[in-house]
C-alpha cells in the first residue's frame, strides 16, 4: 500500500473501519507507538507545538520567509545559520538582511567554504566543468562550520541534490530546507508536478 495512491485517507478521518489493505497506520502501530514516544522530548514536542501554531495563524497568510521568522522568534532561536550554494548568493545576501532586521544573528556559510578541491572527493575530470582542481561544494563543510558557531537552527538555501543530503546529515543543530535548487525551474522543483508539458517532455507521465 502507498499512500501516495491512497483514496481512503484514514489515518486523517480515523474511520479506520474503511481502510484499505497494507494501510500502515493499520499494519504498523508498533512503528507509530515508537514514533509517539519522540514527544515526550520537550524539544520535540515544543516543535510540533510551534509548528501547528505557525501552519493555523499563517495559513494562506504568510509566505515560507514570514513563517521562518515567526517559527524561529516562538522556538526562542537567536542564532541561525544559513547554509547556501554560491549560485544563490544574492538570495541568501537578502535573506541575511530580512532576518538580521528582525534581530536574528546570523551565520552565513558558501557552498566553497574551505576550499576543496574535486580532486580530494576523488572526483574524476569529466564530471567536473575545468578540471578535478576546481573547488567543489562542501557540504560537510559547511555543516561542520555552523557547528563551530553553535548555530540554534540552519537553514539550506539552494544546495545541490546530495550536497544538502550531506549537509542535513552532518549538521548538528535542527535545519529547515528554504529553497530547493532546480536550475530549470528557478528553483520551483514541484514545477514538474503540476504542468503536463514537464511530465511528458521529461518523464513521459500524461
Known amino acids: 500500500m502507498q499512500c501516495s495512491k491512497c483514496n481512503k485517507l484514514v489515518c486523517s478521518s480515523m474511520e479506520y473501519d ?3 489493505d497494507g494501510c500502515p ?3 504498523k502501530k ?5 514514533a509517539r514516544k519522540k514527544l515526550e522530548n520537550p524539544k520535540i514536542l515544543k516543535t510540533s507545538q510551534v509548528a501547528a501554531h505557525v501552519e493555523v495563524t499563517g495559513y494562506m497568510k504568510w509566505p515560507r520567509v514570514q513563517e521562518l521568522i515567526v517559527f524561529a522568534n516562538k522556538m526562542g532561536y537567536k542564532k541561525l545559520g544559513i547554509a547556501f550554494c554560491i549560485g544563490l548568493k544574492e538570495e541568501a545576501k537578502v535573506l541575511t538582511q530580512i532576518l538580521e532586521k528582525n534581530d536574528f544573528e546570523v551565520v552565513t556559510g558558501i557552498c566553497t567554504i574551505g576550499s576543496l578541491q574535486k580532486k580530494e572527493m576523488k572526483i574524476p575530470d569529466q564530471d567536473t566543468f575545468t578540471t578535478a582542481e576546481e573547488v567543489g561544494c562542501n557540504p560537510i563543510g559547511q555543516a561542520y562550520f555552523l557547528n563551530s558557531e553553535n548555530t540554534d537552527l540552519n537553514i539550506v ?4 541534490i546530495g550536497h544538502d543530503i550531506n549537509f542535513i546529515k552532518h549538521s548538528e543543530a535542527p535545519t529547515t530546507v528554504l529553497i530547493v535548487k532546480d536550475r530549470v525551474t528557478t528553483h520551483n522543483p514541484v514545477a514538474v508536478l503540476y504542468s503536463r508539458y514537464y511530465k511528458n517532455k521529461y518523464f513521459d507521465i500524461d
Do not use: H, N, S, Y
Open 25 to 27: 497506520t493499520i499494519e
Open 18 to 20: 474503511k481502510a484499505p
Open 30 to 34: 508498533e512503528v507509530f507507538k515508537k
Open 157 to 160: 538555501v539552494g544546495l545541490c
